[in-house]
């Protein structure tokens, strides 16, 4: 069994920062990519930032130079520096991590696993 519990979502003014943490536990053999997604309602999901094990990262130009990825092997968590926010980051924010973990069955489990979700908002 895996989980992956996200925190630091909530209201921010223009110009503001927050900070999301992810945090994967359970029979984890490895992770590869970890990253966060963003959906509006109504919209599809869209990825917003991914990081493999090693460092490299992939981000959507609109958020280039404002969001920083980085993630802790150790503790198998991601976190997700957010400045400068917008009115248009407004979004609940997903985390995900590519993930190989133990199956109650016995055996290895290799697929994606999600966070709850949580909301930024970004408002004056």
């Known amino acids: 069994q895996v989980q992956l519990v996200e925190s630091g979502g909530g209201l921010v003014q223009p110009g503001g920062s927050l900070r999301l943490s992810c945090a994967a536990s359970?029979?984890?053999?490895?992770?590869?990519?970890m990253g966060w997604y963003r959906q509006v309602r109504g919209e599809e999901r869209d990825l917003v930032v991914s990081?493999?094990?090693?460092?490299?990262?992939n981000a959507l130009d609109s958020v280039k130079g404002r969001f920083t990825i980085s993630r802790d092997n150790a503790k198998n968590t991601v976190y997700l520096q957010m400045n400068s926010l917008k009115p248009e980051d407004t979004a609940v924010y997903y985390c995900?991590?590519?993930?190989?973990?133990?199956?109650?069955?016995?055996?290895?489990?290799?697929?994606?696993?999600w966070g709850q979700g949580t909301q930024v908002t970004v408002s004056s």
């Open positions: 990081i493999t094990r090693g460092g490299s990262t």
């Open positions: 359970g029979t984890i053999s490895s992770i590869s990519p």
């Open positions: 995900y991590g590519d993930i190989i973990a133990a199956s109650t069955g016995g055996g290895l489990i290799h697929r994606d696993y």
